[in-house]
């Protein structure tokens, strides 16, 4: 069965420096995805930034970018030069290639960024 | 272009009622979610279809919970009867396809079980 884990329940930082939010996957498959969603007081859940297990390059999207280590089963979150406005839940999933769609989520940490 | 819309935004009802919560899907998406959110057990897949068709409810906790999706651009989730614990934010979300496409989430809807 696929599992996330998200260890960090909460995480300061000041404004402008870069932080790592940690996620680590278990999975027997092969082919999988793993994605990173924001969810700010407001409720909603944002798409980040999306890594396939195939994909050699790590994904970057503007000041987002992932740290995927595959024979470690990690995908981490890198964000560069926090703003106040990365002050939210993030949320760690992974999705397997193959039938299902069906994407599965971690607990989640909260990342509070600081002025 | 119209995001994943919810309604209602907000839902209290009493315990024993029944609850209709109403997702319309992005235009052009095929994948249609929905997932429960508390505190105790995270997100959590209830249900989703593809071209309207249910393709894995494993996660309806019980009979309960129902959800239909009668066309393209329609999906309820009804809980009959409605008890406490349903107490839950709601999310709807779809999919244009496969290949790890992103799911797009709605503003989902916070239910309230008294």
């Known amino acids: 069965a696929q599992k996330i884990t998200q260890t960090q329940p909460g995480m300061f930082v000041q404004e402008k420096e870069a932080v790592t939010l940690d996620c680590t996957y278990d999975?027997?498959?092969?082919?999988?995805?793993l994605f990173w969603y924001k969810q700010p007081s407001s409720g909603e859940m944002i798409f980040l930034i999306y890594?396939?297990?195939?994909?050699?390059q790590n994904a970057t999207e503007g000041r987002y970018s992932l740290n995927f280590q595959k024979a470690r089963k990690s995908a981490n979150l890198v964000i560069s030069a926090s703003q106040l406005g990365d002050s939210a839940m993030y949320f760690c999933?992974?999705?397997?290639?193959?039938?299902?769609?069906?994407?599965?989520f971690g607990k989640g940490m909260k990342l509070t960024v600081n002025p | 272009d119209a995001g994943v819309i919810q309604s209602p935004r907000h839902e209290v009802t009493e315990m024993g009622q029944e609850v209709t919560l109403r997702c319309k899907p992005i235009?052009?998406?095929?994948?249609l979610f929905w997932y429960r959110q508390t505190m105790m057990r995270g997100l959590e897949l209830l249900i989703y279809?593809?071209?309207?068709?249910?393709?894995?409810d494993s996660g309806m906790p019980e009979d309960r919970f129902s959800a239909k999706m009668p066309n393209a651009s329609f999906s309820t989730l009804k809980i009959q009867p409605s008890e406490p614990r349903d107490s839950a934010v709601y999310f709807c979300?779809?999919?244009?396809?496969?290949?790890?496409?992103?799911?797009?989430f709605g503003p989902g809807t916070r239910l309230t079980v008294l």
């Open positions: 979300a779809s999919s244009p396809g496969t290949n790890f496409n992103e799911q797009f």
């Open positions: 999975t027997s498959d092969q082919s999988y995805g």
């Open positions: 890594q396939g297990s195939y994909d050699e």
């Open positions: 999933a992974m999705i397997h290639q193959g039938g299902s769609e069906k994407l599965v």
């Open positions: 235009s052009g998406h095929d994948y």
């Open positions: 279809f593809n071209n309207n068709v249910p393709i894995d």
